[in-house]
């Protein structure tokens, strides 16, 4: 176990004036964070000079898909939570589409098993909502559960909605307990007649070009499905989280604030807000993900709707394929990408430190209750990354950590590096915990 560490001369990148101070972590906890310079008679088993860094929250992605169990010739647990680490992650929370889908308790704590022996980062894991929840639901510790995932209109890994009735009772039950319900949405209808609509001016499904994806999963399904689901969510008073919004349409349904004050929030990924990615030509195989992206402009606007907090979050979606998966056109080539390692160093070249801050740990962990994580205070785990501007260098698959051997940032440029990233101060992973107490302060989350 690591006994202490202290780490100075870094900009403590969680404050908006980002101060130039120090962090002293003992045993997994940060016993103490000041401003200036170190006071007299401070000392620790390790000390590690910033050089100027910015420090970071270790960050939380709330929206990974690791293929384990079951798909594990795409990723494991233990090697893409050490892909998180590279890119600063310390905390994720994973998806139920494995094989089999998390829709059990059995299922789920499955999964905690598979971490606790695996993980090299912080773990937590959603229920999926299909037919059967309401008996499975009750089975789960309400602190080990985060949210629970929904897939409202196009089904992914064999979880269609549950029955009216079901769905119902279950909305009524995670409001009763404040447990989020986590929304992906798209239209099922609208998407099958676009798809109709392509396979007859191209002749084959087969034929319909790649390019064609963005026109397939349309704007419209996206704004149609999550209108549908903010509409339920009110009914039964529910804590509704719409994940990878792509659209600028989908921002009316959404007010600006404290994300521990809403109701209704939302998340963005890097890809949406990426200027690069989101221009057509610009689109590969590589960029080939579920909602599809869409327009610069779109892009934009989801940048402010981050920088006004209409936009709560930001999850990377990571969810690696092998190169062959990947082969076809529109309807054939596999929708997923492995985003988590490059992630942070893309959005620094968009937004400050402390935004990235806000969206990738205060806020998710105000969200879903994450216990003592995300902030860079005392009484905190001390989770952390050290991040350092750096010279401009080139991205390549050599780089990639994950076991697909890809990445759609292949070529790209960046301008800051990852230095290092303490996971409960050196102590090894742990499965987060969670509270419906809403305790975090409007001042906490602004500041």
Same mark, same amino acid.
Request: aromatic letters at 6%; glycine letters at 8%; charged letters at 20%.
């Given at each position: ?5 202290? /780490? ?13 101070? *120090? ?13 200036? &310079? ?6 620790? #088993? ?8 910015? +420090?970071?929250?270790? %960050? ?19 090697? !893409? ?55 499975? %639901?009750?089975? @789960? ?24 009735? !079901? ?11 404040? @447990? ?9 209808? /609208? @998407?099958?007649?676009?798809?109709? &609509? ?11 070009? +790649? ?37 600028? &349409? ?29 221009? #057509? ?45 990947? !082969? ?11 985003? /988590?390692?490059?992630?942070? /160093? ?8 402390? %935004? ?6 205060? #806020? ?6 994450? $216990?003592?994580?995300?902030? @860079? ?5 001390? &989770?952390?990354? +050290?991040? !350092?501007?750096? $010279? ?10 994950? #076991? ?17 990233? *303490? ?25």
């Amino acid at each position: 176990m690591a006994e202490s560490v202290l /780490i100075h001369n870094v900009l403590l990148a969680d404050r908006p004036s980002m101060p130039r101070g *120090w962090v002293l972590v003992e045993g997994d906890t940060i016993s103490a964070v000041g401003e200036g &310079d170190v006071p007299a008679g401070t000392g620790a #088993a390790e000390v590690v000079d910033g050089r100027g860094a910015f +420090l970071m929250p270790g %960050l939380i992605d709330t929206h990974v898909h690791f293929r384990e169990p079951g798909l594990t010739h795409k990723a494991t647990i233990g090697g !893409e939570s050490e892909a998180a680490l590279a890119g600063g992650v310390a905390s994720y929370i994973d998806m139920p589409n494995t094989v089999p889908p998390t829709t059990t308790a059995l299922a789920f704590y499955d999964k905690l098993m598979i971490a606790s022996e695996t993980s090299q980062a912080n773990y937590g894991f959603m229920l999926g909502a299909a037919a059967g929840v309401m008996e499975e %639901l009750p089975k @789960i510790e309400p602190e080990l559960l985060p949210a629970v995932k929904l897939f409202m209109g196009a089904t992914t890994g064999g979880m269609a909605m549950p029955p009216r009735d !079901e769905l119902h009772a279950m909305m009524k039950y995670c409001a009763e307990r404040r @447990i989020p319900v986590v929304v992906h949405a798209e239209d099922n209808d /609208i @998407i099958a007649a676009n798809v109709a &609509d392509a396979v007859k001016r191209y002749g084959s499904a087969d034929a319909v070009p +790649l390019a064609e994806h963005s026109a397939l999963r349309s704007r419209e399904a996206c704004i149609a499905c999550a209108r549908r689901a903010v509409e339920l969510a009110r009914r039964f008073g529910t804590r509704l989280h719409i994940a990878h919004l792509s659209t600028a &349409d989908e921002l009316s349904l959404f007010a600006p604030g404290a994300v521990g004050s809403k109701q209704i929030t939302a998340e963005t990924t890097p890809l949406y807000v990426d200027g690069y990615i989101s221009r #057509a030509e610009n689109r590969t195989w590589r960029h080939k993900v579920n909602p599809a992206v869409k327009t610069y402009d779109d892009a934009l606007a989801l940048r402010r709707a981050l920088e006004e907090d209409l936009v709560d979050t930001i999850g990377t979606d990571h969810a690696p394929h092998l190169p062959a998966d990947k !082969e076809g056109g529109a309807l054939k080539a596999a929708s997923g990408a492995p985003w /988590i390692q490059f992630a942070l /160093i893309a959005l620094l070249d968009i937004f400050s430190p402390c %935004l990235v801050a806000r969206k990738m740990s205060v #806020a998710p962990a105000a969200l879903f209750g994450i $216990e003592r994580r995300g902030r @860079i205070e005392a009484g905190y785990y001390a &989770d952390l990354v +050290l991040v !350092e501007p750096s $010279e401009p260098y080139t991205v390549s698959d050599s780089d990639v950590i994950s #076991a697909c051997g890809w990445t759609p940032y292949a070529g790209r440029t960046f301008r800051h590096r990852v230095v290092r990233t *303490w996971v409960n101060g050196g102590n090894g992973a742990m499965a987060m915990r969670y509270s419906r107490s809403n305790t975090v302060s409007t001042a906490m989350l602004t500041r």
